[in-house]
Protein backbone atom coordinates (compact mmCIF):
# COMPACT_ATOMS: atom_id res chain seq x y z
CA UNK A 1 0.00 0.00 0.00
CA UNK A 2 1.68 3.41 -1.07
CA UNK A 3 1.80 5.87 1.62
CA UNK A 4 3.02 9.45 1.15
CA UNK A 5 2.24 11.78 4.35
CA UNK A 6 2.86 15.13 4.53
CA UNK A 7 4.21 17.01 7.72
CA UNK A 8 6.05 20.59 8.19
CA UNK A 9 3.08 22.84 7.43
CA UNK A 10 2.18 26.03 10.14
CA UNK A 11 1.71 29.66 10.69
CA UNK A 12 4.45 31.55 9.88
CA UNK A 13 4.52 35.61 8.72
CA UNK A 14 5.23 36.84 4.78
CA UNK A 15 8.74 36.53 4.57
CA UNK A 16 9.34 33.38 6.57
CA UNK A 17 10.69 30.02 5.57
CA UNK A 18 8.86 26.60 6.15
CA UNK A 19 9.98 23.38 5.07
CA UNK A 20 7.61 20.47 4.24
CA UNK A 21 8.58 16.70 3.93
CA UNK A 22 6.49 13.84 2.15
CA UNK A 23 7.24 10.28 3.51
CA UNK A 24 6.53 7.86 1.19
CA UNK A 25 6.42 4.32 1.18
CA UNK A 26 4.67 1.02 -0.07
CA UNK A 27 6.73 1.05 -3.47
CA UNK A 28 9.90 1.55 -5.27
CA UNK A 29 10.13 4.74 -6.40
CA UNK A 30 13.21 4.72 -8.65
CA UNK A 31 10.38 5.35 -11.67
CA UNK A 32 8.45 7.89 -10.32
CA UNK A 33 8.15 11.40 -10.31
CA UNK A 34 7.73 13.62 -6.98
CA UNK A 35 5.22 16.25 -7.10
CA UNK A 36 3.93 19.13 -4.38
CA UNK A 37 0.80 20.74 -5.29
CA UNK A 38 -1.66 23.28 -3.51
CA UNK A 39 -4.58 23.82 -3.16
CA UNK A 40 -6.13 27.75 -1.86
CA UNK A 41 -9.67 28.21 -0.32
CA UNK A 42 -11.88 28.89 -2.91
CA UNK A 43 -9.55 27.56 -5.56
CA UNK A 44 -8.21 24.46 -7.64
CA UNK A 45 -5.54 22.41 -7.09
CA UNK A 46 -2.28 23.62 -9.05
CA UNK A 47 1.56 22.40 -9.40
CA UNK A 48 4.23 23.84 -7.46
CA UNK A 49 7.44 22.18 -7.81
CA UNK A 50 8.49 18.37 -9.20
CA UNK A 51 11.65 15.95 -9.01
CA UNK A 52 12.68 12.95 -10.97
CA UNK A 53 13.20 10.60 -7.93
CA UNK A 54 16.65 9.49 -10.33
CA UNK A 55 18.53 11.85 -11.43
CA UNK A 56 17.42 14.89 -8.91
CA UNK A 57 16.45 16.89 -12.22
CA UNK A 58 13.86 19.55 -11.16
CA UNK A 59 10.77 22.01 -12.04
CA UNK A 60 8.91 24.79 -10.81
CA UNK A 61 5.74 26.92 -11.30
CA UNK A 62 6.80 30.50 -12.22
CA UNK A 63 5.56 32.04 -9.04
CA UNK A 64 7.61 30.29 -6.37
CA UNK A 65 10.74 30.24 -8.39
CA UNK A 66 14.13 31.23 -6.47
CA UNK A 67 12.03 31.05 -3.39
CA UNK A 68 11.13 27.09 -3.17
CA UNK A 69 13.32 24.28 -3.29
CA UNK A 70 12.58 20.95 -3.89
CA UNK A 71 14.75 17.86 -3.13
CA UNK A 72 14.49 14.19 -2.11
CA UNK A 73 16.60 12.22 0.27
CA UNK A 74 16.79 8.69 -1.16
CA UNK A 75 17.73 6.90 1.89
CA UNK A 76 14.77 8.14 3.81
CA UNK A 77 12.39 7.70 0.96
CA UNK A 78 11.53 11.57 1.47
CA UNK A 79 10.99 14.65 -0.60
CA UNK A 80 11.48 18.20 0.72
CA UNK A 81 10.14 21.04 -0.26
CA UNK A 82 12.11 24.49 1.14
CA UNK A 83 10.08 27.72 1.53
CA UNK A 84 11.22 31.21 1.52
CA UNK A 85 10.43 34.20 1.45
CA UNK A 86 6.94 33.35 2.17
CA UNK A 87 3.81 35.63 0.67
CA UNK A 88 0.11 36.01 1.87
CA UNK A 89 -0.39 34.11 -1.65
CA UNK A 90 1.33 31.48 -0.53
CA UNK A 91 -1.26 29.99 1.70
CA UNK A 92 -2.79 26.99 0.93
CA UNK A 93 -3.05 22.98 1.56
CA UNK A 94 0.16 21.61 0.37
CA UNK A 95 0.20 18.11 -1.42
CA UNK A 96 2.75 15.58 -2.73
CA UNK A 97 2.49 13.42 -4.86
CA UNK A 98 4.20 10.60 -6.83
CA UNK A 99 3.57 8.37 -9.98
CA UNK A 100 5.27 7.09 -12.98
CA UNK A 101 6.68 9.30 -15.04
CA UNK A 102 5.23 7.56 -17.85
CA UNK A 103 1.60 7.77 -16.51
CA UNK A 104 1.67 10.95 -14.17
CA UNK A 105 0.80 11.63 -10.48
CA UNK A 106 -1.42 8.59 -9.08
CA UNK A 107 -1.10 8.70 -5.44
CA UNK A 108 -1.07 11.65 -3.17
CA UNK A 109 -0.76 12.64 0.34
CA UNK A 110 -3.57 14.01 2.67
CA UNK A 111 -2.05 17.42 2.83
CA UNK A 112 -0.55 20.08 4.92
CA UNK A 113 -1.99 23.72 6.14
CA UNK A 114 0.33 26.40 5.21
CA UNK A 115 -0.70 30.12 6.52
CA UNK A 116 1.30 33.21 5.50
CA UNK A 117 0.60 35.82 7.54
CA UNK A 118 1.13 39.79 6.22
Known amino acids: QVQLVESGGGLVQAGGSLRLSCAAS????????MGWFRQAPGKERTFVARIIWSGGSTYYTDSVKGRFTISRDIAKNTVYLQMNSLKPEDTAVYYC???????????WGQGTQVTVSS
Open 26 to 33: GRTFSRDV
Open 97 to 107: AAGERSVGYRY
